[in-house]
Nanobody, 117 residues
């Protein structure tokens, strides 16, 4: 059973914007911090942004001021608004529970984001 489905990726020029969406199964989402992660070719998966059930957000230094994470608790959805995109943002983006969670469900297929210079 698929528990996390990411969408909204694509290819844009540097300076452009994209909005990613993540549909999570209720058992994954409810009462849990959620986060976006990304993995570029040859690199380890890294945390991009996280958000608590109450809406408090944290960002990695590399995206702070450019990306905004949000969630819709009624729809079990997590979003990532990405502005001022840079070529270094090119990666496959995944959503999952926040980094402090004791248990992670299986990762989804992710959504590819590409930024050309």
């Amino acid at each position: 059973q698929v528990q996390l489905v990411e969408s909204g990726g694509g290819w844009v020029q540097a300076g452009g914007s994209l909005r990613l969406s993540c549909a999570a199964e209720r058992s994954v989402f409810r009462f849990n911090a959620m986060a976006w992660y990304r993995q570029a070719p040859g690199n380890r998966r890294e945390l991009v942004a996280s958000i608590t059930p109450g809406g408090s957000a944290n960002y990695s230094d590399s995206v702070k001021g450019r990306f905004t994470i949000s969630r819709d608790n009624a729809k079990n959805m997590v979003y990532l608004q990405m502005n001022s995109l840079k070529p270094d943002d090119t990666a496959v983006y995944y959503c999952n529970r926040g980094p402090g969670s004791p248990f992670f469900p299986p990762w989804g297929q992710g959504t590819q984001v590409g930024v050309s210079s």
